[in-house]
């Protein structure tokens, strides 16, 4: 009650000062304010919001009144309007006829528009009317001023190189923090493993804070199963095997043994992949490993780079992985028996010592399930079977359809017979150059092959188990 009075009392003694008062709606024009913010785990979000609003409402002191808000939290600029929430909104508005504002007003320009945005948005808000006021250019943008155009241009360039720099100097600091400090940078632990406090921090701002150092600690109840898995691939056990013994024995796997940072997954089992994943992982010799993964940006449609990009996660070659020069956590293996172990999953010596070679490999498709098939050594020559997602590590379905076996080199007679038109000169390389140049692929079903695409492929699993074999 106090403040209200107060709030008051400050309010009429401004007024008998003779300083001019506030506007009124009628007396200017009505504003939509955009704001943004995006790393709202670092940031207070009420203050970011004050200080943006603040900015802008200082700017149409005089001219309107802002009436209409539109602020995201969470989202980069690097997006797109049309990908931040409240952005799109505000786009939408512009095509009511009755919208409650006239114009637009930003809060800050590098933080609402990034790279060729502005440039590639104002064709739309001229198109509906709308001006756009920014605090760097002391008012509205007008396009027919050079001055303001140069201006969008470098406030453009500033805040690429502001996110370019954030970029390089995060990326260099963490690069150097994994190798010389081995320091434990984040994302949860990897299975086997669980975070404990290591000391205080080392940035002293975030120490006295009462922010801890972290490391990475074995799992009394995970780390034995990480080490039987290296065992048991170390005597030559198949990691299908391996699979199928853990979910015999009814062990939880890794979504399942946390579920509350899990909870979006609803697998209860373990899985070739995840099997896979830890047996390739360097972090259990001791050593923390940075840089295994990257995230790339590619544009929703190329020919149309401003509807925005999509991130894509995707694996970096083990050449540019950072790993710390010394041990820094319990290893769970030795390096030795990690190296063994990813010279078992990468050599599969044959009978004979000699290597096989599988012409059709990627280009075989199953017209039952609609599947790839698998390249499969059989009576000794190269063939192809699709097993219709069953696997060793899987329980045999009782309901599910008989194997299907398609031989390579009666395979290749009939390609031969059907592309024969493209040319005399039809050896089996120039064959399967042939369909991977033009994108095609062999369908194969019980009666005999197709020759497509793989959008031609209808699956069709029959709902009898039988045995489906071409020979």
């Known amino acids: 009650m106090t403040s209200a009075v107060l709030t008051d009392w400050a309010g009429a003694g401004r007024r008998q000062t003779g300083r001019k008062r506030q506007p009124r709606i009628s007396d200017g024009l009505r504003f939509a304010f955009y704001g943004r913010m995006s790393t709202k785990e670092h940031q207070d979000q009420q203050t970011s919001y004050l200080w943006q609003h603040e900015n802008a409402s200082e700017l149409v002191t005089g001219h ?10 969470g989202y980069s600029r690097r997006l797109p309007w049309s990908q931040r929430p409240k952005a799109r909104q505000l786009l939408a508005a512009l095509t009511d006829p009755n919208r409650p504002f006239d114009a637009i ?3 800050e320009c590098e933080r609402a528009f990034y790279g060729n945005q502005f440039t590639d948005l104002m064709p739309i808000f001229a198109r509906y009317g709308v001006q756009v006021w920014l605090p760097e250019l002391c ?10 155009d140069l201006a969008i241009l470098q406030l453009s360039a500033q805040s690429r190189r502001e996110v370019l720099r954030s970029r390089f100097r ?3 600091a963490m690069r150097g923090q994994a190798r010389e400090q081995g320091r434990y940078l984040g994302g949860r632990p990897p299975y086997g493993y669980r975070l404990t406090e290591a000391g205080p921090h080392p940035n002293r701002a975030d120490a006295r804070r009462g922010r801890r150092r972290l490391r990475l600690d074995p799992d009394p109840a995970t780390a034995r199963v990480v080490t039987w898995m290296f065992t048991q691939r170390l005597t030559g056990r198949s990691i299908a095997s391996i699979t199928r013994e853990l979910n015999e024995n009814h062990v939880p796997c890794p979504s399942d043994e946390d579920r509350k940072r899990n909870s979006h997954r ?13 047996l390739e992982n360097p972090r259990y010799t001791g050593h923390e490993v940075w840089n295994r993964q990257r995230t790339d940006r590619e544009p929703i449609d190329p020919a149309a780079p401003s509807r925005g990009y999509r991130e894509v996660l995707r694996w970096n070659p083990a050449s540019e992985w950072v790993i710390s020069t010394r041990v820094v956590h319990p290893p769970l293996v030795s390096e030795q028996d990690f190296i063994a172990v990813q010279a078992v999953r990468s050599t599969r010596p044959t009978a004979d010592g000699k290597p096989r070679v599988y012409l059709l490999a990627g280009l ?6 609609g599947r790839r098939m698998d390249a499969h050594w059989v009576n000794h020559r ?7 997602g069953h696997s060793s590590a899987k329980p045999a379905d009782a309901t599910r359809p008989g194997n299907l076996y398609v031989r390579e080199d009666e395979t290749l007679v009939y390609l031969s017979g059907q592309l024969a038109c493209l040319g005399a000169d039809l050896n089996q390389h120039n064959l399967v150059k042939q369909l991977r ?12 092959w197709m020759l497509g695409t793989v959008a031609d492929a209808t699956p069709q699993i029959p709902t009898q188990r039988r045995p489906d074999r071409l020979f």
């Open 64 to 73: 309107g009144l802002v009436v209409a808000e539109f602020f995201d939290v």
């Open 105 to 107: 007003v930003i809060g």
């Open 139 to 148: 008012g509205p943008y007008d396009p027919g001023n050079p001055v303001h």
């Open 170 to 172: 995060t990326t260099a």
């Open 266 to 278: 609803t697998n209860e089992t373990w899985s070739l992949r995840s099997v896979a994943a830890i």
């Open 364 to 369: 075989m498709q199953c017209g039952l399930c």
């Open 382 to 388: 190269p063939g192809y079977r699709c097993r219709h």
């Open 437 to 448: 140049d033009h994108g095609m692929t062999i369908i194969c079903g019980v009666d005999g």
